[in-house]
């Protein structure tokens, strides 16, 4: 059950339930750890952190449909404006967060920020969201893309049929989680070759764009911020699709205590995996634009396939392999590192305490894997996924924001901390400001969405206090929440059975 945090203990099966209240000793914290006590493994090295953070950035969006920001500039060339922007917003985040890893070294990313900076009810809220909504929704999302994608190539003469596209992509989510169940090392390897994949998915498309640029195919760029002209409203929105499609420079820092020798890896990766991502990204959009016109691109479903099927023939099936390569690994990446928030908050005690177990051989977090297994397929065969991604993609940045403001915080509060990586001031006041400004031109421009995204987010306030802080629970309600979880029991039980 839910609980507070609560004394160490340990299991009997194969599995062992690390300390509560945020106490499990990383491997540089110098704590000895007790006899027969299983922590995550320092796995990750530097070449496997930027292949999370590439691998999860670039999914399918830069391949199927960057129109939203061209939509909403209303120009060629302001598209390609925000798309630099977005990039170098990013990379500031991304800073930021490379400081936060570096001085506070426990795994969970946001959730273990905002506990460190303005204590455990924000921390609460942002981990229920991301639990109920945020990641089973996101997750339901790319992999829906993976299964149309995969199956593509079978049916390139009509419709894919919508059941066919739901059990693939509900046999690619069951593969995502076992294998991040089983093996560290193996997901860690198979991320760094799918993001070889999306690398050259990406130059496939870069290097036919700039022998035509040779070729002297500039006729779309000519008055290229001639055009509509952006809007008020416009703008937030092209920046809120921007920032989306580089979403993903943070899950690093999900897995700090499994990064070998963090207070360098951690910059070293997010600052080498942004470069590449914006440089790619932005001469991914000038390649689309030296074959597709403005008009052509906004009325195509899948801007990559269109662009190969002009430029390549025959060769062009390859481009909808290589996208649900390039979702796949988004799958992969966003479930290894989002786990570890779970695996984080359990052991806080804001979740479930079997969450917070690790497998005794496999060094894997595997119950907080598992659980997001059920509710990504509730959201894969019911509800309108695009409405749920909507009501709470404000959610994410306004946390994300929140998160930056408290590291500027941290700088006042706790002046002391050893801070290996330094940013100047001015970045995350600029980044902040950014993050909190976009989720109120939101709520301007969309304020249904928005609204109902809010109100499930408050959601998570009085769930705080019903499930971690009112001690004394009735004998009826103990025995309903008994009834509600005793399905962890089981899966206590059949976890402990595992090899």
């Known amino acids: 059950m839910f609980r507070k945090a609560a004394v160490p203990t340990v299991s009997n099966g194969s599995y062992l339930q690390g300390q509560a209240n945020g106490k499990l000793s990383s491997m540089d914290s110098g704590q000895p750890a007790r006899e027969g006590k299983v922590v995550l493994k320092k796995k990750v090295t530097l070449l496997r952190g930027i292949s999370i953070i590439i691998g999860t950035i670039i999914g399918a969006g830069i391949f199927i449909s960057p129109k939203g920001i061209l939509k909403n500039t209303g120009s060629v060339g302001m598209s390609l404006t925000v798309w630099t922007v977005c990039g170098i917003l990013s990379l500031f985040g ?4 490379a400081e936060l890893g570096t001085c506070i070294k426990k795994s969970g990313g946001h959730y273990t920020y905002i506990l460190e ?9 942002r981990v229920w969201v991301e639990l109920l909504i945020i990641r089973p929704a996101a997750t339901a ?17 009509c419709e894919i049929p919508e059941l ?59 008055n290229a911020f001639a055009g509509n002209d952006a809007s ?67 009325l195509s479903k899948a801007v990559a ?63 907080a894997v598992i659980v997001l297994h059920p509710l990504t397929m509730i959201m894969l065969f019911n509800g309108d996924l695009y409405s749920l991604l909507n009501f709470l993609s404000f959610a994410r940045w306004l946390f994300i924001g929140l998160v930056v403001a408290g590291l500027i915080y941290l700088r006042y509060k706790r002046p002391d901390m ?52 009112w001690d ?21 039980e059949f976890l402990r059975a595992l090899p």
Not at 472 to 492: D, E, V, Y
């Open 305 to 367: 396939v269109t662009f190969a099927e002009r430029l390549m023939g025959d060769f062009s099936l390859a481009v909808p392999v290589f996208v649900a390569l390039s979702c796949f690994g988004s799958m992969n990446g966003g479930v290894f590192a989002v786990s570890r928030m779970f695996f984080v908050a359990s052991r806080e005690g804001h979740l479930p305490e079997i969450l917070s177990m690790i497998h005794v051989r496999k060094h894997t977090p595997l119950p």
């Open 472 to 492: 004394n629970k009735p004998k009826w309600f103990r025995k309903l929440l008994g009834k509600s979880w005793c399905g962890t029991s089981l899966l206590q």
């Open 232 to 298: 008020i409203m416009g703008l937030p929105l092209a920046f809120y699709s921007g920032m989306y499609a580089y979403s993903g420079w943070f899950y690093l820092n999900f897995v700090t205590e499994e990064v070998e020798n963090p207070e360098k890896n951690i910059p070293l990766a997010i600052c080498i995996s942004m470069i590449i991502v914006t440089v790619g990204y932005v001469l991914t959009n000038v390649a689309y634009f030296t074959t597709i016109s403005a008009g052509e691109l906004l």
């Open 94 to 97: 991304a800073l930021c967060y």
């Open 418 to 469: 050893p801070r290996p990586f330094k940013v100047p001031l001015f970045i995350p006041a600029l980044f902040s400001f950014t993050c909190l400004f976009m989720v109120a031109l939101s709520l301007y421009s969309d304020p249904v969405n928005t609204g109902i995204g809010f109100a499930i987010t408050l959601t998570g306030i009085p769930a705080y206090y019903l499930f971690i802080v």
């Open 141 to 157: 999302v790319i992999s829906l893309a993976f299964g149309r994608y995969i199956l593509e190539p079978f049916f390139m003469q």
């Open 164 to 222: 066919a596209i739901k059990l693939i992509t509900a046999v690619g989510i069951t593969l995502v989680m076992v294998l991040n169940s089983t093996s560290v090392s193996w997901s860690a390897r198979i991320q760094m070759f799918l993001t070889f994949c999306k690398l050259v998915a990406i130059l496939i498309i870069i290097v036919p764009g700039v022998i035509q640029l040779i070729k002297g195919e500039t006729q779309h760029f000519k």
């Open 117 to 125: 900076a303005f204590g455990p009810l924000p921390a609460f809220v």
